[in-house]
């Protein structure tokens, strides 16, 4: 069981608040070019068959729900691989009203793959890494998650111009 | 017995989550409710925040299927709002990257109808012919999807004798894939049993409810922004692609026969490349003042707002995106179908969600 899982992993994918690009990438490495089917990759429509979830894109209100559910129906054990920077952080949309950052702020992620958007090959090399992860998952041993060292750079707020009418009085 | 079936956001056939809640009287959909913001960002609010320059690489990723053709008119508005006069090869090669991108986007949609009614090797084979397209882009520009060669006041990247030579290759064997795959598309007796007859849009209500693109296009409507001639399409002698069937094989022919044009025009376009420098230099504040600058996407007509007061940020962005325009036609087309031919219909008019949320 452990072996045959991690020689066919099934994929579902969701996109979670992209804006497309990864999710063009990720289907492109279905296809004969790439075909992630070489390594046994099979992409699935229904969470409760597969092994792997790609999520592509942040995190907004509206689909933090869908996300957790599409996770939480997921047989154990699983493996998250999240694609692209906004996928990681929110990217170029971090700073936007409606995004609450990372897959990572709702689910528990595996492997981060970055770029915007990633190559196919380094979504295939994602989803490998995620697949060891996912056998040693099997084994019982314990995983830690990778340790997020990407951060969010904003600048950093000006200071409040010195009151000039205040000096004046005093 | 009537219900209500909820057809996304998630689902097997939907690469991007939209909701259609479907109302059923035994098999047949009675009516259609569209629930949205599953991918809405904000991004319209961001332009705000971000200068002039970023704003061109910001517009690109609305989408990431016509991201070249997003920036593209971004710029366009930006150059109206300054006056600039955009160097002839820029315009030239602002043509040869659009059409690019829309041979890609209608590969990957027709791949995308393909693989909804089944036929998972058409859907496989189209892909494979897509990456021709995907190479030609790289082999330009450096980058597969975000080509970001568009900047105000022209391109950044410019096409050598040595690329120009490559595009032309692989456009070659585009076209001869294209003749192989194309007779299976619209030819095939089951693909065709699937297509004709289904998702009648009649010319009328094509117009009343707003159409653009190739839905527009499929229901007789010759409606084409290229037709207006911006960038270098006016000297390159451009003809739309209309087809009187008004049903999803219909859009299908006119993808089709885009797909063909399409390869004309990078052609026409490469052979005619004129000798000029690439951009103009975009210096200081646009002026105070509004624009509304159109272009036409792989799914229609995009329709960009912009507004500035002179300040180095712009006041107000707004974009209506071809699928936005497509959603009410779209229902229009789901009432009274059967449940197993939803993906078909849907997938024939080929939605891109997170244009429309942005």
């Not at chain 2, 002026?287 to 940020?313: H, T, W």
Request: aromatic content about 6%.
């Amino acid at each position: 069981m452990t072996k045959a899982t991690a020689k066919s992993p099934w994929v579902v994918h969701f996109n979670c608040n992209s804006c497309n690009g990864c999710d063009i990438e990720f289907l492109a490495c279905l296809t004969p070019m790439y075909d992630a089917e070489r390594f046994g990759v099979v992409h699935v429509g229904n969470p409760k068959h597969a092994d792997v979830l790609v999520v592509t894109g942040s995190v907004n209100h509206r689909n933090r729900r869908v996300l957790k559910n599409v996770y939480d129906q997921m047989p154990s054990p699983k493996v998250v691989v999240a694609l692209g920077v906004c996928g990681a952080t929110g990217g170029i949309f971090a700073d936007c009203y409606n995004v609450l950052g990372g897959a990572d702020q709702v689910i528990p992620v595996d492997v981060l793959v970055p770029g915007c958007p990633p190559r196919p090959e380094a979504i295939l090399d994602g989803i490998l890494k995620g697949v060891e992860i996912l056998a040693r998952k099997k084994i019982d041993t314990e995983v830690v998650p990778p340790e997020k060292t990407i951060k969010i750079v904003r600048p950093e707020p000006k200071p409040e111009p010195a009151d000039e009418s205040a000096k004046a009085v005093s | 017995m009537s219900m209500v079936i909820p057809f996304g956001p998630q689902h097997p056939v939907l690469p991007e989550p939209i909701q259609l809640r479907l109302s059923l009287q035994e098999e047949r959909v009675t009516s259609a409710l569209p629930v949205l913001g599953y991918i809405h960002r904000g991004l319209e609010k961001l332009a705000e925040e971000k200068d002039f320059q970023q704003d061109a690489y910001l517009v690109e990723r609305v989408c990431g299927i016509c991201s070249f053709i997003h920036s593209m008119c971004y710029c366009q508005g930006i150059e109206e709002l300054m006056d600039l006069k955009v160097p002839p090869r820029a315009q030239y090669l602002r043509v040869v990257w659009s059409e690019l991108h829309r041979m890609h986007s209608h590969l990957l949609a027709t791949g995308l109808l393909a693989d909804a009614f089944g036929f998972e090797n058409l859907f496989m084979q189209l892909w494979r012919t897509r990456e021709h397209v995907m190479d030609a882009m790289e082999y330009t520009t450096g980058a597969r999807i975000m080509l970001g060669s568009c900047c105000i006041g022209g391109v950044r990247k410019d096409i050598n004798e040595e690329q120009k030579k490559f595009v032309l290759d692989k456009l070659n064997t585009v076209e001869k894939d294209l003749k192989v795959l194309l007779p299976v598309l619209l030819e095939d007796y089951s693909v065709k049993k699937r297509l004709v007859g289904i998702g009648m849009l009649d010319q009328l209500t094509a117009r009343e409810r707003g159409a653009v693109g190739p839905t527009a296009r499929g229901s007789g409507l010759a409606m084409d922004h290229r037709m207006t001639g911006y960038c270098a399409y006016g000297e390159l002698g451009f003809e739309p692609v209309v087809e009187n069937g008004c049903d999803s094989y219909a859009r299908t022919q006119v993808r089709a026969g885009e797909l063909l044009q399409s390869i004309d025009l990078v052609r026409r376009a490469l052979d005619r490349l004129p000798d000029s420098e690439l951009k103009v230099p975009f210096k200081g504040n646009p002026p105070a003042g509004e624009v509304v600058i159109r272009a036409e996407q792989p799914r229609g007509e995009v329709f960009y707002f912009l507004k500035s007061s002179g300040k180095d940020k712009l006041d107000r962005l707004r974009v209506r995106t071809p699928t936005f325009a497509n959603l009410s036609p779209l229902l229009a087309m789901l009432t009274g179908c059967t449940l197993p031919d939803v993906a078909v219909i849907i997938l024939s008019v080929d939605p891109c969600v997170s244009c429309t949320e942005r």
